[in-house]
């Protein structure tokens, strides 16, 4: 059976560090991955998405994954924070060979809070 | 191009009563999905409509049900509204039920049960 694990529920970075959020899966098939955020009252954006091909996936505003097999993970990094990057983060998988009962499968979400 | 579009923004019932939330999906997407995210709880699914059949649902009480209109929008009702009813509801579209598609989110219907 699918699942999703986002490993910590809350992350505080500083101003122009690193940001890593961390996320682990599970999936009887090859998985889709994706990495979603959410600003306060607003709907989900997609950041990006693994869809088998390349393993390190860049996607909008400066994050990236990687999709790593052998440790069933999928973490999410940017090289430096910006104050705008504040929202909760959901990581998502989603197993391309299921039909019928098909569906997505949503992380708890990482709370992402930059400090000045 | 027009965006996952939600409505009411806001809707305040009492215990008892019953709510309807209306979504409507990008242009030439099929498939529509209905997510909760009460608070503390995260998303959970609660049902995917594609072409106008529910393909899928979620462990919810049959309370929450909807459907899928020829134009492809949706709407989901739920009844006998109970507190803990009291989420964000989030609507997202996807051009089919099947494979790894992107799902687009709408802003979200706020459903507050007093």
């Known amino acids: 059976a699918q699942s999703v694990t986002q490993l910590d529920s809350h992350v505080s970075v500083s101003e122009g560090t690193p940001v890593l959020l961390r996320c682990n899966y599970s999936?009887?098939?090859?998985?889709?991955l994706f990495w979603y955020v959410q600003h306060p009252n607003k709907g989900l954006q997609l950041l990006l998405k693994?869809?088998?091909?390349?393993?390190l996936v860049k996607g909008i505003n400066g994050f990236e994954a990687e999709f790593k097999k052998s440790e069933t993970s999928f973490h999410l990094t940017k090289p430096s924070a910006h104050m705008s990057d504040a929202a909760e983060y959901f990581c998502?998988?989603?197993?391309?060979?299921?039909?019928?009962?098909?569906?997505?499968?949503f992380g708890t979400g990482t709370r992402l809070k930059v400090l000045a | 191009e027009a965006g996952v579009t939600q409505s009411p923004t806001h809707l305040i019932k009492t215990r008892g009563q019953q709510a309807t939330l209306r979504c409507s999906p990008i242009?030439?997407?099929?498939?529509v999905y209905w997510y909760q995210q009460a608070l503390g709880l995260g998303l959970q699914f609660l049902l995917w409509?594609?072409?106008?059949?529910?393909?899928n649902r979620g462990n919810f009480p049959p309370r929450f049900s909807g459907r899928q209109f020829p134009n492809y929008s949706s709407e989901l009702n739920v009844n006998a509204l109970e507190l803990e009813d009291s989420a964000l509801y989030l609507c997202?579209?996807?051009?089919?039920?099947?494979?790894?598609?992107?799902?687009?989110f709408g802003a979200g219907s706020r459903l507050t049960v007093l």
């Open positions: 999936s009887s098939y090859s998985p889709s």
């Open positions: 997202a579209s996807s051009p089919t039920g099947a494979g790894a598609n992107v799902l687009t």
């Open positions: 998502v998988v989603s197993d391309v060979r299921t039909s019928g009962t098909y569906k997505y499968i």
């Open positions: 242009s030439g997407h099929t498939s």
């Open positions: 693994y869809t088998s091909a390349a393993t």
């Open positions: 409509y594609d072409e106008g059949e529910e393909r």
